[in-house]
């Protein structure tokens, strides 16, 4: 494309279909932006607050609209694999929110429509555009680590958004859809390797309590197939008031000639705020103490929205106007994470060690 060449559908107008939709607005390279939405009012009032050029309450009108040459699905998780699959039909670039899907058959469904069709699709794990795990990364190409021997990962949050996430999706589980970060930030870190078993352990309560048949908290072993180990945990039910507005999360790289450790808890940015802070996520959800940054997408600032989700929208629009290499998931790379997460609660409710390839189990 060239420059000046991005035509852009947002399709999903919520929380992060809305933010990408007001950065891109701002990109040299684009324009044109269409909003689409099942819900048509919110589509139409996403588009004048952006002065989009188009807006729909039909998702695939929007997408097949002559002007749109790449396609940004921020549908909920469950929606993902449809709009994909349209937009590639149709010859546009894609970049879809993570999860690619939440089944290994509609993950392959995508790369199936990849391989005959091509097309250029890249997947939304924002936590590799967190500036201190892109200089970890850093430090890993340099070989300043030596050889990658084990990591570790753990990440909290609030049951609040645990229970806004499952009411969303049912099979948008803490793992599914927030462990998923972690086990894509240590894929990527451990690139160029497989991952061959995996055994975990979970704990029920508050949100079984709550209706919702998954874990409070899941603990898992990793490993790849050179014997690397990985520790991840997850638990997203934290009490409501919590301070963290998103990810509370460690992170931690041992190599046989060194070691990183990540503080990403945010603890050191304390604020008490009397008015209540709102939570990005939860627009009805406000805590008055809280951990300032800890937002997973990002955080307002002066009128800019600054963090992981802008920086990760407008690299993948810069790779779309220059060709300038991204960093953004590739579609295989998004499968291998959801078979990993798929896994780790197999394991966790078979009380098994699993072993990778999983079945797709297809029909």
């Known amino acids: 494309m060239k420059r000046d060449s991005i035509g852009l559908a947002v399709i999903g107008s919520g929380r992060i279909g809305s933010l990408r939709a007001r950065i891109a607005a701002e990109h040299p ?36 609209h002559p002007e749109v040459s790449a396609v940004v699905v921020s549908t909920s998780e469950g929606e993902h694999v449809h709009a994909a699959l349209e937009a590639l039909a149709h010859g546009k670039a894609v970049l879809v929110e993570k999860p690619l899907a939440l089944t290994l058959c509609d993950a392959d469904r995508i790369l199936d429509r990849l391989r ?54 049912p099979h948008a589980t803490p793992v599914v859809d927030a462990l998923t970060y972690y086990v894509d930030l240590m894929n990527w870190f451990f690139e160029g390797r497989r991952l061959q078993e995996v055994t975990a352990i979970g704990q ?8 919702h048949e998954t874990d409070d908290l899941t603990w898992a072993l990793l490993k790849y197939d050179d014997g690397a180990a990985i520790n991840l945990g997850v638990c997203y039910a934290l009490p409501a008031k919590y301070p963290a507005l998103g990810h509370a999360a460690r992170v931690e790289l ?42 997973t997408p990002g955080d307002w600032a ?36 959801l078979e990993a997460t798929l896994a780790i609660e197999l394991a966790a409710r078979s009380g098994q060690t699993v072993r990778l390839p999983l079945d797709p189990a297809c029909e």
């Open 29 to 64: 390279a684009v324009r044109f932006v269409g909003v689409a939405d099942i819900e048509p009012a919110r589509a139409r009032s996403l588009a004048e607050t952006i002065s989009a050029q188009a807006w729909s309450g039909d998702p695939i009108e929007l997408i097949a």
């Open 116 to 169: 005959t069709h091509g097309g250029d699709l890249r997947v939304g794990y924002s936590r590799r555009f967190r500036k201190r795990y892109q200089i970890a990364k850093e430090q890993i190409v340099r070989g300043r680590l030596g050889r990658l021997i084990g990591a570790a990962a753990r990440v909290y949050n609030s049951r609040s958004q645990a229970l806004a996430m499952l009411a969303r999706n």
């Open 204 to 211: 029920r309560g508050v949100l079984a309590a709550a209706g």
């Open 254 to 295: 041992l190599g046989t000639d060194g070691v990183v450790l990540l503080d990403d808890d945010h603890t050191d940015q304390v604020m008490y705020s009397d008015h209540g802070m709102p939570h990005v996520y939860l627009p009805e959800h406000s805590v008055n103490a809280v951990f300032l940054s800890s937002g």
């Open 302 to 337: 002066l009128g800019d929205f600054i963090g992981p989700v802008a920086s990760e929208t407008r690299a993948w629009l810069d790779h779309l106007a220059t060709g300038k290499a991204c960093n953004l998931a590739t579609p295989s790379a998004a499968r291998a994470n």
